[in-house]
């Protein structure tokens, strides 16, 4: 995870400017750590058990799988990749599509427990597409 240590105040321009030098990975999570910053605050007060949803909603890989991910993707379209990445890249796509299974079955509880519509919540969330 990249640090930054800032002792100044940054208008939200300056802000960015920042975030647009983290490496994919961190901004990622960092973009899902700021959706659940956002859903706190709009919403009133979360139960405990909107805030375990929300956090199992938000878990993604992690830094390094995704950018193995990344590279063994490359690989595979440059027609380099061993038989051996094949079988990592498999792997990792086999969780991914668990985490967006264990994603979709986390919105859907939480928009049950909500009464709303799971569009309706992705909406509210800023979640357009299931990513991992």
């Known amino acids: 995870m990249s640090v930054m240590k800032l002792n ?6 300056d802000l960015l400017r920042a975030v647009a030098q983290l490496p994919p990975g961190e ?8 959706l659940v910053l956002n859903a706190r605050q ?3 007060v979360l139960s405990e058990g909107e805030a375990q949803l929300l956090q199992k909603i938000n878990r993604g890989l992690p830094p390094d799988i995704q950018t193995r991910m990344l ?17 990592e890249l ?7 599509e668990a985490l967006n299974v264990e ?6 509880a939480l928009a ?9 919540l992705k909406r ?5 597409a299931t990513y991992a």
């Not at 100044?8 to 321009?13: A, P, Y």
């Not at 427990?113 to 309706?120: F, M, S």
């Not at 509210?124 to 357009?128: I, K, P, R, V």
């Open 8 to 13: 100044v105040e940054l208008s939200t321009r």
């Open 27 to 34: 901004m990622r999570e960092f973009v899902r750590e700021v």
């Open 42 to 44: 709009t919403t009133a």
């Open 71 to 87: 590279e063994l993707m490359e690989k595979r379209q440059q027609e380099s990749l061993s038989p051996v990445e094949a079988v």
């Open 90 to 96: 498999q792997e990792i796509s086999g969780r991914i």
């Open 103 to 108: 994603r979709l079955t986390n919105l859907s």
């Open 112 to 120: 049950q427990l909500r009464g709303v519509p799971l569009g309706q």
């Open 124 to 128: 509210e969330l800023g979640l357009q």
